[in-house]
């Protein structure tokens, strides 16, 4: 016990947050003495290779799931779609005299993997001392003595996005449940297995299951926290819509001194096109485009001015001398964005020949903000280049059509996309969770509109009409979707705390 | 011989020009009962392999060639570079009473091949009834009766390029001999074996035997005869320097969710550089580029103005429904042009990820007319981006000075590139070459100031100051450096109708 207690006061001066008794110091004092066992449980669970496209390992996780949730009293049930889909993990646990429930949700799919990227298997988990960069020593977590260094992080795909989210709310119930604090609210836990594959049946599966699924409030533990690495809470995310578009040049690769000046050059006029759609600091150029751009409110705007800075920082982290816009990163991502994701024409390098290229096409993605709408996105981008003088085809165009026109572009839209999301941070669950949250990181968390990536919340927004609430735990230098995708102790320390509050605190 | 007659006949009739006698109905009539055997020359020479990167079949082909003019009452030499370099196949004849020499240049070393793309084997030449695209059927060219029918390719890698120019001369100067016509000028051979690998040693062998090589005009036979099919002569090329381009973005791809709109987008930075580089229609954008373009004097704009138009049906062809600029092909060629040869940023299609690339790389190659220098270029390109904001770097940035500075574009110049080459029209021997080439013709033959494509022939001016002609043979849609390139009969045979009356009458 003595050990115990110099544990936690290690731990709180490690935190760097005043040690702060009852709930928050018992759940920390918890941790403190699983932290073997926890980081156990996120490597167990981050071994399992639930990839979209293994249903295996989908289903070795599902069960794991539902076996750890029913271990701790929860009703489960593993949901599908009618035309199958990986199941989606609910459990339900109802609290006597709780009037309020909430639905936590995570995803415990992972990205795909491309090994050959990765410094150790993406699904053989290793500790390891810090970032990569770092240089940093393997860690045996079965061995080491306690308490872990806090900047130590686990690697391996999904550690991070969602499987730690998943460990928190689970290692958060076991410290409420041993230190004797009773949930506040009902809880319903949603743990979906195609998030990483674009949902394409959560809406069906929510569908079927409104009347279980009833709530007040959903937080959604997805994405990261925010770059200072404060505890972090948005009410909203970015939409998205995607498109490929391909112009075309010659039928044939021309040789460029016979025929450069009058063939006209695909990978130039991508560029020009390119240059049409976006400036310099990525305002997007479209007439239109930024009409149903809902303008922030006073508290949205508030919020953003409290955040700590972190641009300078960043700069040197990712080595850009410049950022697009001046406003910071929390505003620039509070615009709609249009992001090159690639461009592929030709030949570079020791292939490029003296030709010029066959076509030039271009993937983009937009990132949308509330109120906008993917089909108002395509419809503004299409009549845009149409009075550029672009002629628009869905496919590839034969000989005749090639001729026919004098620029054309194919645009291939991916899917129908989804619209962004920003919720009311004035309703009384928001103003509840953020009460519980900084109660327990014992200081304001940080507060962001919506995040600047994109989770299709607006399903559940949709679905049941209450109050989305982000609850990232994941440190934003994951390398998330990314090879050697890794989780920081301290975040899960810091999220553990965090989902123990809102089951015991969450009052309204 | 009644059937022979008949035969000449025919193919008069079929050039579409009317029937010569003297040297053009000689050559025509050896030629026509000839053919097998001619073709059995360039099949023989293209299957040997002699691309630069193979030695042995270099050596094969300059002994083959030294034999084949040895045979012809040639002197011969093999030339190479102390260093070491394939060989250069010289030939010198003397002619008695000539007071003029002609040296007549071409290389016998092809494009490297890619096997996998080509139809048939590159160096096992197959010859078919027309191009690809019409459904061929291979001919045997062994046993198909005479007269071959001059839409039939011999396709194989340098059959066109530049073969054939070597065996229009050796048969010209077979049909020249067996019908009793002589020389008119002193004959000198010059057959490169490392033009497709940019001529490294020609500058040093030409320097080595300039007493050798002493002479009044020099014929280059290499480049494609005007799309009108007409037989061409040219007075320059273009030049040529190259350049690779590389901005950065952040030194890690970046969730572009998270991040897009504040960290910079490499690839559209890329586009935005392109696009102020060079508009739509080709013209490039930077001040001060143009300074030393010679403008057309007077006869060489009558020499474009005559050329027949082949806009239309190239648009057909090539499946464009524009070109850049409106001045016709041969015009916009006689202007500076900035080639997109490639890009490549991030992904595209299915590897496409919601990321920010981390650089994007533009292959650009740059061809100039008289009196441009790559000195120039350089200079005039690297001011322009220095005065758009671009810190210029020719090596990776390091981490302080990729954030010590906004936009860094890293500039890799391929070599010190070329000049362009524009002859003086109205020079002595340039006349009487345009006189001895339409009386070939039966009519006149297509002129142009330079050749759009790029050929070092300033070497050829700089050593000896004389005139410099192009001597085109090849068909326009032969393959050039790609695939699958082939050589229309007709256009070898309208080859060796030149070629002998340049040999024969050529005289100032």
């Known amino acids: 016990m003595v050990r115990g207690v110099s544990v936690v006061l290690a731990v709180a001066v490690l935190c760097g947050r005043a040690w702060a008794g009852g709930l928050v110091g018992d759940v920390a004092n918890y941790r403190s003495v699983h932290e073997r066992e926890i980081v156990d449980r996120l490597a167990t669970l981050t071994a399992m290779r639930s990839v979209a496209a293994d249903p295996r390992g989908l289903g070795d996780a599902a069960a794991y799931l539902q076996h750890e949730l029913a271990a701790r009293g929860f009703k489960t049930q593993v949901w599908m779609a009618k035309s199958g889909s990986p199941g989606l993990v609910f459990g339900s646990l109802r609290v006597k005299g709780a009037a309020r429930t909430a639905v936590f949700y995570a995803h415990y799919d992972g990205q795909p993997v491309t090994p050959s990227q990765w410094v150790s298997g993406p699904f053989a988990p290793v500790l390891r001392s810090g970032t990569l960069d770092s240089k940093p020593t393997d860690i045996d977590w079965k061995t080491a003595p306690l308490p872990f260094d806090p900047q130590w992080r686990l690697f391996g795909r999904a550690a991070a996005d969602d499987k730690s989210s998943i460990v928190a709310f689970l290692s958060a119930f076991d410290a409420m449940q041993a230190s004797g604090h009773s949930p506040s609210v009902n809880i319903k836990v949603v743990w979906e297995g195609e998030e990483e594959a674009g949902s394409p049946h959560i809406a069906e599966i929510l569908h079927d ?18 770059q200072s690495r404060q505890q972090t809470l948005y009410f909203g995310a970015r939409g998205s819509v995607g498109v490929e578009a391909t112009v075309y040049g010659p039928v044939r690769a021309l040789h460029d001194g016979h025929y450069g000046n009058w063939v006209p050059n695909p990978a130039a006029m991508a560029a020009g096109l390119i240059a049409s759609l976006r400036d310099d600091d990525g305002h997007i150029l479209i007439p239109g485009f930024g009409d149903d751009v809902r303008p922030l409110n006073d508290a949205e705007k508030k919020a953003v001015a409290a955040l700590p800075p972190v641009e300078d920082a960043l700069k040197q982290q990712f080595g850009i001398g410049r950022s697009e816009g001046s406003e910071g990163l929390t505003a620039s991502t509070l615009r709609p964005a249009m992001n090159i994701r690639g461009i592929r024409s030709g030949q570079v390098g020791a292939e490029a020949a003296n030709a010029i290229p066959v076509d030039a096409t271009i993937s983009i993605d937009f990132r949308l903000v509330p ?65 519980a949250a900084s109660d327990a990181a014992g200081k304001p968390v940080a507060i962001l509109p919506t995040m600047g990536g994109s989770v299709p919340i607006y399903l559940f927004d949709q679905a049941f009409h209450v109050p989305i609430i982000g609850l990232p735990i994941t440190n934003h230098d994951n390398n998330q979707h990314a090879a050697n995708e890794n989780l920081r102790l301290q975040n899960l320390w810091d999220g553990i705390a965090t989902y123990a509050a809102l089951m015991t605190e969450l009052r309204w």
Chains 1, 2 share one sequence.
């Open 209 to 226: 299951h409104v009347k279980d699924l009833a709530a007040d409030v959903w937080f959604i533990g997805d994405g990261p926290v925010h």
């Open 371 to 435: 109120n906008q709408t993917p089909a108002h996105v395509r419809e503004r981008v299409e009549a845009f280049l149409t009075a550029k003088g672009w002629t628009i085809v869905h496919s590839d165009p034969d000989a005749a059509t090639r001729t026919a026109h004098a620029r054309i572009v194919k645009l291939d839209w991916e899917g129908a996309g989804y619209p962004g999301l920003r919720s009311d941070m004035a309703s009384p669950a928001a103003q509840a969770t953020i009460r």
